[in-house]
């Protein structure tokens, strides 16, 4: 279910998006620059959490700790929801609104180590952050690192502070890339109990042994640089 948060609580730290943890305050202070527009300092915290976290899809936990933004931020890897809860703890850390909005895509691209425990083409729950700018919430994705992008040859997400930056259909030769199923709509924070009860009805494996499939020498990057023919 949706909440309808006010504006005046989309500025405060709340379970997740622990926006008054000192890392968090000290790296979103070191990154705006007084002065500036607010729009002008929320493109420049989206680009830092869109490259400097990297994307890790294989670090799922249901572990509610996991999903804290000063988890994500000590860590410097995550998933699109860590990382979507990270870009809204920095905003609210400088004053900026921001929540939290969710969706199902259904995601063409991946590795084959992925698709065989998710069993499914369709990223549950994928998260994004809506941010209040000029009085509009416009939506951010930083979930894919530009360095990313580059070896699968998609096209980085790029933000403006005017317009929403959601997924591309196709990557950058035409091939199908994102499409979005189902909205699950914008929240204060993340509905932590909810997610994780779909994702252990529709990815079984996922939370088979220990919370996951994916063995402990399973690395993202590795199996990225060798489907991209870099290894």
Not at 43 to 72: K, M, Q
Not at 129 to 155: M, Y
Request: net charge negative; hydrophobic share 40%.
């Amino acid at each position: 279910m949706t909440d309808t948060p006010t504006t005046a609580q989309c500025r405060l730290p709340s379970r997740f998006v622990d926006s008054d943890h000192p890392d968090v305050v000290s790296r979103a202070r070191s990154l705006i620059t007084p002065g500036r527009s607010a729009q002008e300092n929320a493109v420049t915290l989206f680009y830092w959490v869109r490259d400097a976290i990297r994307y890790n899809p294989y670090g799922l936990s249901p572990a509610p700790e996991a999903f804290l933004a000063s988890s994500t931020l000590k860590a410097g890897d995550a998933w699109c929801v860590p990382k979507a809860i990270l870009l809204a703890a920095l905003c609210r850390a400088v004053g900026i609104p921001a929540r939290l909005g969710f969706a199902d895509v259904r995601n063409h691209l991946s590795t084959q180590r992925l698709r065989e425990t998710m069993q499914t083409d369709v990223f549950y729950f994928h998260g994004y952050t809506s941010i209040l700018l000029d009085e509009r919430w416009v939506k951010a994705t930083p979930a894919f690192n530009k360095e990313l992008c580059d070896k699968f040859g998609l096209l980085p997400l790029e933000f403006d502070g005017l317009h929403d930056s959601l997924y591309h259909a196709f990557d950058a030769t035409g091939n199908r890339h994102m499409e979005y199923v189902r909205d699950r709509g914008e929240h204060l924070d993340l509905p932590l109990e909810e997610m994780i009860t779909l994702f252990r009805a529709r990815y079984p494996a996922v939370f088979a042994n220990s919370g996951t499939a994916l063995p402990e020498a399973a690395n993202w990057q590795a199996d990225v640089d060798r489907e991209a023919g870099l290894s």
